[in-house]
């Protein structure tokens, strides 16, 4: 649930979306539709979203997108970088990214289901480190975090293939960390 207003005084309202496909993909968990309409109900309107994909085709995913919202959506068709070293307008490294466009002062959510431990991992290590201010960007954040033992997800297999099985208790936290750094950290389904 978004929060009853964003920051108080937030010049803008951001989004950017690690692992949109399509605006409609699936209409009970596309999450484009679906933070844009929750946060909306509670009068959060957002100025510009960015959305990233790299399996999803420009076309496909531009023709998916309802016109009221053709040009507040930037789509960009890429795989996103796992380190910041590695980021370009090709890879880009999203929480550098999100300094260039938005200021401290603007609200920022963050969603990650690109569906990599690996990349998502690395992403949460960078934001949650004491080394950078990316969290004082960063105001929600959404991640599917891929856990064993989650009986929920069982017929998911989430964890599969993965080399080490991230267990629930770690899930929790992570997410703590990330509460304790200011953003407000959610699981992401």
């Known amino acids: ?4 207003s964003p920051r108080g005084n937030a010049h ?3 989004y950017f979306d690690g692992g949109a496909t399509s605006w409609n993909i699936h209409p009970t968990w596309a999450s484009l539709p679906y933070f844009v309409s929750i ?3 509670h009068k959060i309107f957002f100025d510009k979203i960015f959305a ?12 998916s997108v309802p016109f009221k919202w053709k040009s507040k959506v930037k789509y960009s068709n890429v795989y996103i970088a796992s380190k910041p070293e590695n980021h370009s307008e090709e890879t880009p490294f999203v929480p550098l990214v999100i300094p260039e466009i938005a200021s401290k002062e603007d609200y920022v959510l963050f969603k990650l289901d690109i569906d990599s431990a690996g990349v998502e ?3 949460i290590d960078y934001i949650a480190s004491d080394d950078n201010d990316a969290s004082e960007y960063i105001d929600e954040f959404f991640y599917e975090h891929h856990i064993g033992g989650n009986y929920f997800m069982r017929r998911y297999n989430w964890a599969k293939g993965e080399k080490r099985k991230v267990h629930m ?14 953003i407000r950290a959610h699981s992401w389904v």
């Open 1 to 4: 649930m978004p929060p009853s």
């Open 12 to 14: 803008k309202s951001y």
């Open 39 to 41: 946060w909306e109900r």
């Open 52 to 63: 990233y994909e790299a399996t999803a085709p420009v076309a496909s995913f531009e023709q």
């Open 121 to 123: 991992n690395s992403i």
């Open 169 to 182: 208790n770690e899930s929790y936290e992570m997410f703590l960390n990330l509460r304790k750094k200011g």
